[in-house]
């Protein structure tokens, strides 16, 4: 081989070397940078597209719903009998996430939980035990300590009221509740404070007028058309009934035969008998009901 050829062959290589150099510097650029030597000779600093606009959502896209998720904990909680975790969970639903799509079933079950535990007597949270003194009577007990006859009875499994000695023991709870009647949804619901208790579902509201803050004026039973205080032996088999201070409504049964539209009924809230029997239970005279109608 001649000189002159090796030389040829030589800037051939040269040329194709820098050829490709060439090509790799130009896609380290502009397309995209290279890591090792040309990385560390020509360092190229990433660029982004400026965002225009935020994408906008499908009509497609699924409404997220946090509640849910928090839900499926609590069920998860309630399965393996953590009842504190999971009250703790549905009680965040309901007061931070009032409209979620499981928020009924939330106050469903945060009704049924909170209910076993203030009608038991065996969980002596909400209660004290006190012991009976010389003069006593069970009106005065009940007055002093903001709770009723029949709560006294029903806590004791009492079968009446009985005579009283001094150093008897009795169970008692203050029925220091509010109640809130809500008419557009037709429910009326148990609060202690600003912490929720119990709700009800309404059969029916009739004349309840505008929103106001009220109280209960007395509570009574009514058996065969006639009114009974509870004081009286007959009281527990009677149907209950809550009188309202203002409006002049009561709290009553719902009928087992509806009348044809409101005009049928006198002015009042209409519970099931089971939810008139549990609410008559946990509220007395002087117990504050607040008549909230929506957007008021």
């Known amino acids: 081989m001649s000189l002159w050829t090796l030389i040829r062959i030589l800037a051939g290589l040269v040329v194709a070397a820098v050829v490709v150099i060439t090509l790799l510097v130009i896609h380290h650029v502009r397309e995209e940078p290279l890591p090792g030597v040309l990385a560390r000779w020509i ?3 990433p660029t982004t597209a400026p965002v225009v606009a935020l994408p906008k959502p499908s009509a497609d896209s699924p409404e997220i719903d946090p509640g849910a998720k928090l839900f499926e904990k609590a069920r998860q909680s309630l399965a393996v009998g953590d009842l504190t975790v999971a009250r703790d969970r549905l009680n965040q639903i309901s007061t931070q996430f009032p409209h979620s799509a499981v928020a009924p079933e939330t106050r469903r079950i945060l009704s049924e939980m909170n209910l076993d535990d203030l009608l038991d007597p065996a969980k002596t949270d909400n209660k004290i035990l006190y012991k009976v003194r010389r003069g006593d009577s069970y009106l005065a007990i009940a007055s002093r300590h903001d709770t009723s006859l029949d709560m ?5 499994g ?3 009221l009985g005579n009283l000695q001094p150093d008897d023991e009795l169970l008692l709870m203050p029925l220091d509740f509010k109640l ?3 008419p557009e949804r037709r429910v009326v619901s148990l609060w202690k404070g600003d ?3 119990a ?4 059969e029916e509201m009739v004349g309840l007028g505008s929103s106001r803050v009220t109280k209960i004026e007395s509570k009574a039973g009514e058996k065969d058309g006639r009114r009974i205080p509870p004081s009286h032996a007959n009281y527990r ?4 009934v809550l009188t309202l201070s203002k409006p002049n409504a009561e709290i009553t ?6 009348p044809s539209g409101d005009e049928g009924l006198a002015a009042g809230i209409y519970l099931k008998p089971e939810y008139l029997e549990e609410l008559a239970l946990l509220l007395r005279p002087g117990n504050e009901v607040e008549i909230r109608h929506s957007g008021r």
Not at 152 to 156: P, T
Not at 253 to 258: I, K, L, Q, R, T
């Open 195 to 197: 912490g929720f208790i």
């Open 237 to 240: 088999g009677a149907t209950k």
């Open 158 to 160: 009492l079968f009446g």
């Open 43 to 45: 360092p190229v600093a």
């Open 199 to 202: 709700e009800f579902p309404a």
């Open 253 to 258: 049964v719902a009928p087992e035969v509806a």
């Open 180 to 182: 809130l009647v809500e």
């Open 152 to 156: 006294i009875v029903y806590l004791n």
